[in-house]
């Protein structure tokens, strides 16, 4: 039968490498850290099974462990026990986060660290900022506490700064701080959609971060809404975001592509806690194959993400190395 197009021919085992569309590294892969109060800790994290509750003092040998596999970049969220209505523990320059970037900085200079810019885990309420006695978060007042956690970040050496709160007009304030006191080439990396979502359940057990009373919705995006993501990404670009980041992954691809194809900055896309248990379970379990690990998040680099943030990112680098878990 005559066929002039099939598809099959470049389908042949020596020739579906040529050609390959999306390509893949662990230089792309951001791996999260937790890191506790406390000395001497490495507690497995319950609702993240294979991740940790690190002390200070501990993290080190992990560091060292991402570094034998070829990651070069991680994402520290820090988990205090100080905690009042306002956050201040998070802009403690002796706080948790600021010591782990030292001690993580004076072994390893040249590991990416990213620090994550948000309220909701320093605050007695749970909440990503300032709240108003019915429990509203309030935008602008929340703004300037999320300038002295960017600074007190910046100062310990951070060298990304991302912020999840999603308060308006955050970028651009932080930017202004960090310009002002002569941080001018460190760079935000926006959580410009991120979106109010079920499958941050694990993480809040992990950060201890789950809001006391009543939700996200009033600043997190409605998953409904696609469009709006553009509007966010328009502002936060605007304000001097350097790269913009979509949050979930697996169930946004449709954002990360309007992503990709609306802005001409690195797109970042975070594949969080629960998109990582609903995996690991099924493969632990056996129903699944562990390729459906790859599989996703290279589906995700193809919908247009540069930068993956992913719970995955030692098991991948294990996969794509050959070494067996
Ligand atoms: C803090 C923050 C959250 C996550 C990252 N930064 C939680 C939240 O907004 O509730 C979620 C990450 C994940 O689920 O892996 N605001």
């Not at 701080?177 to 990396?189: Q, Y």
């Not at 009543?214 to 990404?233: L, P, T």
């Not at 328009?234 to 990360?256: H, R, W």
């Not at 194809?261 to 594949?271: D, E, L, R, T, W």
């Amino acid at each position: 039968m005559e066929q002039l197009r099939r598809p099959r021919r470049l389908r042949q085992d020596n020739l579906r490498n040529l050609v390959k569309e999306t390509e893949f590294s662990l230089d792309n892969l951001v791996f999260p850290l937790f890191v506790i109060d406390g000395k001497n800790i490495k507690k497995e994290i319950k609702s993240l099974p294979g991740h940790y509750h690190f002390s200070v003092d501990c993290i080190n040998d992990e560091i060292a462990s991402l570094n034998y596999l070829g990651l070069n970049s991680v994402i520290l969220f820090g988990i205090s026990h100080k905690k009042d209505a306002f956050g201040q523990e998070a802009y403690n320059d002796n706080g948790i986060i600021q010591r782990a970037i030292r001690e993580i900085k004076k072994e390893f200079s040249e590991l990416i660290v990213i620090t994550d810019i948000c309220l909701c885990e320093y605050t007695n309420h749970g909440h990503c900022g300032i709240i108003d006695d019915s429990g509203y978060v309030k935008n602008d007042e929340t703004l300037n506490y999320l300038g002295k956690i960017a600074l007190s970040h910046a100062r310990a050496g951070a060298d990304i700064l991302a912020p999840s709160d999603m308060m308006d007009g955050r970028i651009g304030y932080i930017r202004k701080v960090l310009d002002d006191e002569g941080f001018i080439n460190i760079p935000i990396m926006a959580y410009s959609a991120k979106y109010a979502s079920n499958f941050y359940g694990p993480f809040r057990e992990a950060a201890e971060s789950a809001p006391f009373k009543g939700n996200r919705k009033s600043y997190q995006m409605d998953y409904r809404n696609g469009r709006e993501a553009v509007v966010e990404g328009e502002l936060d670009f605007a304000q001097g975001a350097d790269i913009l980041m979509v949050k979930p992954a697996l169930a946004y691809l449709d954002i990360i592509k309007r992503y990709s194809n609306n802005f001409n900055i690195p797109i970042a896309a975070y594949s969080v806690s629960g998109e990582y248990v609903m995996l690991k379970m099924a493969v632990d379990s056996g129903v699944m194959d562990k390729g459906v690990i790859l599989e996703t998040i290279t589906a995700i680099k193809r919908a247009g993400a540069n930068i993956i943030i992913t719970y995955f990112a030692k098991e991948i680098a294990k996969m794509l190395k050959g070494i067996d878990n």
